[in-house]
């Protein structure tokens, strides 16, 4: 998997911003960062085709994963544990699924929120998470083929993207083509087709199909957007 500052830089190559070999300037390398975020947070979970089941809860909750997009929203006055699905044989959880944990007391600095593990990895550590920043949101997306939740928002340079190495080229490409538009650059044609064949890949397996809701109601999960990007070329198929 290609961490931020990987992606940032090879996209930046690709549409000649940067040289072979050099390196994106600061100033550069934090325009780009904001950019792939927001990239990323329309892909797992912010974007008009993923819709989050709220649930609201002031005391120690598990998670069940008969929903693949959960927003956990804390309203807590002591600390609590929100524990990550387990996951059977006869309910596993899904490849993708995405867990939103809010802070909305703004309390966790006091009040701690201990993420905890049920067995798998978070961030490829065998250790809970804590949440301790007031207001803090936290998002994850399940790896399968890990076993490990992924922090899949606000990335710092040196994290790596949450999907597998298989789309490391396709997040430099739309991250490339994104950027493209504020450097009056595109994406070579061969580039915008590959991107185009990436995202499609993509989609299909982390599109996640409408998913009954526990009142009886359809979400639809919806995954990926389809017009990700700057102008420049023809988004309609980007």
Known sequence: ????????????????????????????????????????????????????????????????PTYNAQRIICRHSAALTITLPEGTESRPIADGMRVNIVDASGAAATYNITVARNGWKINASAANAT????????????????????????????DEIPFPSEFDNTFQLMLAHRLGGGYGQRLSEADFNAMRGGKAKLRNKYCMPATMLPEGAVGNLGGLLTGNGVTGQDQSVA
């Open 1 to 64: 998997m290609v961490t931020a500052a990987n992606c940032i830089k090879y996209g930046l190559r690709k549409i000649r911003v940067i040289g072979q070999g050099a390196t994106p300037s600061s100033a550069q390398s934090t325009e780009a960062l904001y950019e792939l975020n927001a990239l990323l947070n329309e892909i797992v979970g912010f974007g008009a085709w993923v819709q989050f089941q709220d649930i609201y809860v002031d005391s120690a909750y598990e998670i069940v």
């Open 131 to 158: 949440i301790s920043t007031n207001s803090e949101s936290r998002l994850y997306m399940f790896r399968s083929d890990l076993g490990d939740w992924k922090p899949a928002s606000s990335l710092a340079s040196g």
